[in-house]
T-cell receptor
Framework: NAGVMQNPRHLVRRRGQEARLRCSPV?????VYWYRQLPEEGLKFMVY????????ESGMPKERFSAEFPKEGPSILRIQQVVRGDSAAYFC???????????FGQGTRLTVV | QKEVEQNSGPLSVPEGAIASLNCTYS??????FFWYRQYSGKSPELIMS????GDKEDGRFTAQLNKASQYVSLLIRDSQPSDSATYLC????????????FGQGTTLQVKP
């Protein structure tokens, strides 16, 4: 859905660097979800956020990964000290509070070299 | 047991045929069911939702739900080459914090 804006679309990082992925939800959507898709694999849930709150982070790796959705500004998925295994497509989705059906952004393709 | 199971395929059908995509789920509390289509290299796109047992039709697409059997399917009539994509099934449960858990997806190939 063109309404969910993710940037950058492509991101290349060297091993050990930090990656910051941004997601601006559809206007009026207060729920944001992050999913990861490894090559040739399905969509894996990572984290579900509402403004200033993490609702469910059961899919987030315990280390190096964090996410936030501040009162103002986009949602950020942060990956510290990236490794080659972090190379994937990261999709953000958003939904309004009344209808929890997520609409996806175009994704950020992260490549770790 | 996986939460959501789909045959990864590929499912190959000739143009004009009916494509049948199946999905089973483990959470009996699932209340709503969604089908997303994902073209290669693109993001998932919502194409169908179904909430009650039975059939729901939308153009060439029909979703079928059987909660007792924990089974949901998507039929695509008059399949077109442009339908070639991966189809993802996603049940929704309010007891699962509201997030969608996706199946692996079934890759459909429609051959001209």
């Amino acid at each position: 859905n063109a309404g969910v804006m993710q940037n950058p679309r492509h991101l290349v990082r060297r091993r050990g660097q930090e990656a910051r992925l941004r997601c601006s939800p559809v206007k009026g959507h207060s729920h944001v979800y992050w999913y990861r898709q490894l090559p040739e694999e399905g969509l894996k849930f990572m984290v579900y956020l509402q403004k200033e709150n993490i609702i469910d982070e059961s899919g987030m790796p315990k280390e190096r990964f964090s996410a936030e959705f501040p009162k103002e500004g986009p949602s950020i998925l942060r990956i510290q000290q990236v490794v080659r295994g972090d190379s994937a497509a990261y999709f953000c989705a958003s939904s309004p509070p009344s209808v929890l059906v997520p609409f996806f952004g175009q994704g950020t393709r992260l490549t770790v070299v | 047991q996986k939460e959501v199971e789909q045959n990864s395929g590929p499912l190959s059908v000739p143009e004009g045929a009916i494509a049948s995509l199946n999905c089973t789920y483990s959470d009996r509390g699932s209340q709503s069911f969604f089908w997303y289509r994902q073209y290669s290299g693109k993001s998932p796109e919502l194409i169908m939702s179904i909430y009650s047992n039975g059939d729901k039709e939308d153009g060439r697409f029909t979703a079928q739900l059987n909660k007792a059997s924990q089974y949901v399917s998507l039929l695509i009539r008059d399949s077109q080459p442009s339908d070639s994509a991966t189809y993802l099934c996603a049940p929704w449960s309010s007891g699962n914090t509201g997030k969608l858990i996706f199946g692996q997806g079934t890759t459909l190939q429609v051959k001209p």
